[in-house]
């Protein structure tokens, strides 16, 4: 436990605690402003963790503190989210909602997982007077952003017995969430089968003691190549370094990472909702529709057409998402690069990596980090 008293200066206060890999530690932090400005930050070091604050996919929205503002008082339901702008931007505030039932007209995500009791076809209703879309696992169930009027909006899916699958659901209106399955009655889907928390996506974050992930392209099969940009034309990419001289085909780019970005912020493109994420942290949701030299646009839904800077504005573009089960082999390169092959060939002092994606690549031993069959 560590624990300060007030202080009229900015101090850091530090405690030591051994912790188990894959092992998770409830974590309470009671904090007074008692005069003024005041700001706290909560940050972790380790053997090979550089001082920095702990990255949203290390924490997890369970609490037990019954005074919390946002009420999160359960360790079941799904994590609902309310947004001030209907492009899922702007001010935010989080809660967990023990089943999605809401009779407010709020800008809301909600994201968690969902589980069955048995192997079988489970029928997903919505019932709803205006815009909403679900997805399982990243996959559309129901996608009915342009709906208008009071309806039932239903998808079907197969699930399998104990498995969790990845849900989120966005709604722009009144929303309730029920479900059927031939040995269950039409019902709320609720707590007993839903968690606040999401797998682990596709890991896209730099590898060593470099906090920044450095610009680069995520392909479809998941492979994260450190790289610039050079031209986009006739749905082909020309980038530099590894992939310099090779034609890669846009409708294999999963993400395209325009800046450096901080340890912290990778984690929001691993989002499956396409779109642009801004510098000023806002998320514009958008089919990419082009990049023209430093310009990226897309169309927006909400917004229509919008183009924006890659070199003051826009971090990062999510155009698709990216294959659920990545090749077997797996190369991390010095720079950061990620590489993911379905066969890789043995040469003295160098290894060539072989995959639909990007043909032959020749990587030189010196710019292996590590190299494993997964």
Same mark, same amino acid.
């Not at 503002?69 to 947004?83: D, F, Q, R, V």
């Not at 967990?96 to 809301?108: F, K, L």
């Not at 082909?236 to 901080?262: N, S, Y």
């Given at each position: 436990?560590?624990?300060?008293?007030?202080?009229?200066?900015?101090?850091?206060?530090?405690?030591?605690?051994?912790?188990?890999?894959?092992?998770?530690?409830?974590?309470?932090?009671?904090?007074?402003?008692?005069?003024?400005?005041?700001?706290?930050?909560?940050?972790?070091?380790?053997?090979?963790?550089?001082?920095?604050?702990?990255?949203?996919?290390?924490?997890?929205?369970?609490?037990?503190?019954?005074?919390h503002a946002a009420n999160i008082e359960c360790a079941k339901g799904l994590l609902a989210t309310t947004?001030?702008?209907?492009?899922?931007?702007?001010?935010?505030?989080?809660?967990?909602?023990?089943?999605?039932?809401?009779?407010?007209?709020?800008?809301?995500?909600?994201? @968690?997982?969902?589980?069955?009791?048995?192997?079988? =076809?489970?029928?997903?209703?919505?019932?709803?007077?205006?815009?909403?879309?679900?997805?399982?696992?990243?996959?559309?169930?129901?996608?009915?952003?342009?709906?208008?009027?009071?309806?039932?909006?239903?998808?079907?899916?197969?699930?399998?017995?104990?498995?969790?699958?990845?849900?989120?659901?966005?709604?722009?209106?009144?929303?309730?969430?029920?479900?059927?399955?031939?040995?269950?009655?039409?019902?709320?889907?609720?707590?007993?089968?839903?968690?606040?928390?999401?797998?682990?996506?596709?890991?896209?974050?730099?590898?060593?003691?470099?906090?920044?992930?450095?610009?680069?392209?995520?392909?479809?099969?998941?492979?994260?190549?450190?790289?610039?940009v050079e031209s986009m034309e006739d749905d082909f990419v020309q980038c530099t370094r590894l992939l310099?001289?090779?034609?890669?085909?846009?409708?294999?780019?999963?993400?395209?990472?325009?800046?450096?970005?901080?340890?912290?912020?990778?984690?929001?493109?691993?989002?499956?909702?396409?779109?642009?994420?801004?510098?000023?942290?806002?998320?514009?949701? @958008?089919?990419?529709?082009?990049?023209?030299? =430093?310009?990226?646009?897309?169309?927006?839904?909400?917004?229509?057409?919008?183009?924006?800077?890659?070199?003051?504005?826009?971090?990062?573009?999510?155009?698709?998402?990216?294959?659920?089960?990545?090749?077997?082999?797996?190369?991390?390169?010095?720079?950061?690069?990620?590489?993911?092959?379905?066969?890789?060939?043995?040469?003295?002092?160098?290894?060539?990596?072989?995959?639909?994606?990007? @043909?032959?690549?020749?990587?030189?031993?010196?710019?292996?980090?590590?190299?494993?069959?997964?």
């Amino acid at each position: 436990m560590i624990e300060a008293a007030r202080r009229e200066q900015q101090e850091e206060v530090s405690g030591k605690l051994e912790l188990e890999a894959g092992k998770r530690y409830p974590v309470t932090l009671l904090y007074e402003d008692l005069l003024g400005a005041a700001r706290i930050r909560l940050t972790w070091a380790g053997p090979d963790i550089p001082p920095s604050t702990i990255p949203a996919d290390r924490l997890y929205p369970a609490s037990f503190v019954t005074e919390h503002a946002a009420n999160i008082e359960c360790a079941k339901g799904l994590l609902a989210t309310t947004y001030q702008k209907p492009d899922f931007s702007g001010n935010t505030a989080s809660r967990v909602d023990r089943a999605v039932d809401s009779p407010s007209t709020n800008v809301t995500r909600w994201t @968690g997982q969902v589980r069955a009791d048995r192997d079988e =076809t489970c029928m997903f209703y919505i019932a709803t007077d205006g815009p909403v879309r679900v997805r399982l696992d990243g996959k559309p169930l129901i996608d009915q952003w342009n709906h208008a009027g009071l309806a039932e909006l239903k998808g079907s899916a197969r699930l399998a017995a104990r498995q969790v699958y990845d849900i989120e659901v966005e709604s722009l209106a009144a929303t309730r969430l029920l479900w059927s399955s031939p040995s269950q009655p039409k019902a709320l889907l609720a707590e007993d089968h839903l968690l606040p928390f999401r797998k682990s996506a596709q890991p896209l974050s730099p590898t060593g003691p470099n906090p920044l992930l450095p610009a680069g392209v995520l392909l479809r099969n998941g492979s994260f190549v450190a790289c610039r940009v050079e031209s986009m034309e006739d749905d082909f990419v020309q980038c530099t370094r590894l992939l310099e001289g090779k034609r890669v085909a846009l409708h294999d780019v999963a993400r395209i990472v325009c800046q450096p970005l901080p340890r912290t912020l990778s984690s929001r493109i691993t989002s499956s909702r396409p779109g642009v994420l801004l510098a000023n942290g806002d998320f514009v949701e @958008g089919t990419f529709v082009g990049m023209e030299g =430093t310009r990226v646009t897309i169309s927006s839904v909400l917004l229509g057409l919008r183009s924006y800077d890659t070199i003051q504005q826009a971090l990062a573009v999510i155009i698709r998402d990216t294959e659920l089960t990545p090749p077997p082999c797996e190369i991390q390169l010095r720079d950061q690069s990620i590489l993911f092959a379905s066969n890789v060939e043995l040469q003295p002092g160098a290894i060539v990596l072989n995959d639909k994606l990007f @043909g032959d690549l020749h990587v030189d031993e010196p710019e292996i980090h590590s190299f494993r069959f997964r």
